[in-house]
Antibody, heavy 120, light 106 residues
Framework: EVQVVESGGGLVRPGGSLRLSCAASGFTFSSYSMNWIRQAPGKGLEWVST????????YYGDSVKGRFTISRDDAKNSLYLQMNSLRGEDTAVYFC?????????????WGQGVLVTVSS | DIQLTQSPSSLSASIGDSVTITCRASQIISSYLNWYQQKPGKAPTLLIY???NLQSGVPSRFSGSGSGTDFTLTIRSLQPEDFATYYC?????????FGGGTKLEI
């Protein structure tokens, strides 16, 4: 069974940093692109970042570019999101999602999400 | 960036009804359009990919159509578990974008 499980969320002050992790199982992690997608409280879905298999392609949304870094460790079947210079508008549930195809043509399996709250 | 406009933003229906949700892209995206269902407090799940392909395990009462800029999600014979929020999402280019969502209520 395909599973992705996020961890690392919590409360952080504006300007602070946080690192999210996503542990994958049930599939050959190294063969898939992976993604972070977020959802602010009561709002819609916002794509954050994509990393292809083999780290060939990495993409970021404009709202996080230069502040967030996506990475993966295929030996550990894990995906990461390093979030720096956090702002109030980064408050959201962050979902890890497996992508279909090299550039994530769709998001076919999602984790349950982890809440990040940026507040003083 | 490609903007996706969903309509309606909310919709009331009854068990057994059929409903259609539309998604319009701000530019041509071929068939690179996906649909997701999200229930309160849960992660989204993929329903339809590349406009009209039913994801494995999704009931056949769900169907998608369209290409270019105009797309539809149709749900026939609504069941209680179908009341949720639905999102379209384009994979034609980066940044990936989602529609604003359609909340389907009883």
């Amino acid at each position: 069974e395909v599973q992705v499980v996020e961890s690392g969320g919590g409360l952080v002050r504006p300007g602070g940093s946080l690192r999210l992790s996503c542990a994958a199982s049930g599939f050959t992690f190294s063969s898939y692109s992976m993604n972070w997608i977020r959802q602010a409280p009561g709002k819609g879905l916002e794509w954050v970042s994509t990393i292809s298999s083999g780290n060939t392609y990495i993409y970021y949304g404009d709202s996080v570019k230069g502040r967030f870094t996506i990475s993966r460790d295929d030996a550990k079947n894990s995906l990461y999101l390093q979030m720096n210079s956090l702002r109030g508008e980064d408050t959201a549930v962050y979902f890890c999602a497996r992508g279909s195809g090299t550039t994530s043509l769709n998001f076919d399996h999602w984790g349950q999400g982890v809440l990040v709250t940026v507040s003083s | 960036d490609i903007q996706l406009t969903q309509s309606p933003s909310s919709l009331s229906a009854s068990i057994g009804d059929s409903v259609t949700i539309t998604c319009r892209a701000s530019q041509i995206i071929s068939s690179y359009l996906n649909w997701y269902q999200q229930k309160p407090g849960k992660a989204p799940t993929l329903l339809i990919y590349v406009a009209s392909n039913l994801q494995s395990g999704v009931p056949s009462r769900f169907s998608g159509s369209g290409s270019g800029t105009d797309f539809t999600l149709t749900i026939r014979s609504l069941q209680p578990e179908d009341f949720a929020t639905y999102y379209c999402q384009q994979s034609f280019s980066f940044p990936r974008t989602f529609g604003g969502g359609t909340k389907l209520e009883i």
